[in-house]
Nanobody
Framework: QVQLVESGGGLVQAGGSLRLSCQASGSIRIINSMGWYRQAPGKQREWVASISNGILTNYADSVKGRFTISRDNAKNMVYLQMNSLKPEDTAVYYC????????????????WGQGTQVTVSS
């Protein structure tokens, strides 16, 4: 079974920084694209940033210039460096990875982490 676990969330003042991490583990043959999403209370989940299985990145307009996504393929990890945080960044942040599973069925699907809370105070 494949599992994604996020960490690094917490409380921070506006203008501060946090770095989120996501560790993928389990029966993994290869990880393709990875990304970060967030969901604030009462709002739909929105895409934040993504990174290819290389180094190509894309960002939502709301975070462009402030957030940086990166990955370490050798460690099956993806990171989200968040700088100049704003109260509107407050949300649960979720890691997503498109993964080809090892084993007989060679399954390809998206996996989601459990989420980590980011709270930015004004």
């Amino acid at each position: 079974q494949v599992q994604l676990v996020e960490s690094g969330g917490g409380l921070v003042q506006a203008g501060g920084s946090l770095r989120l991490s996501c560790q993928a583990s389990g029966s993994i043959r290869i990880i393709n694209s990875m990304g970060w999403y967030r969901q604030a209370p009462g709002k739909q989940r929105e895409w934040v940033a993504s990174i290819s299985n290389g180094i190509l990145t894309n960002y939502a307009d709301s975070v462009k210039g402030r957030f940086t996504i990166s990955r370490d393929n050798a460690k099956n990890m993806v990171y989200l460096q968040m700088n100049s945080l704003k109260p509107e960044d407050t949300a649960v942040y979720y890691c997503k990875a498109n993964i080809r599973e090892a084993g007989l069925w060679n399954t390809l699907r998206d996996y989601w982490g459990q989420g980590t809370q980011v709270t930015v105070s004004s």
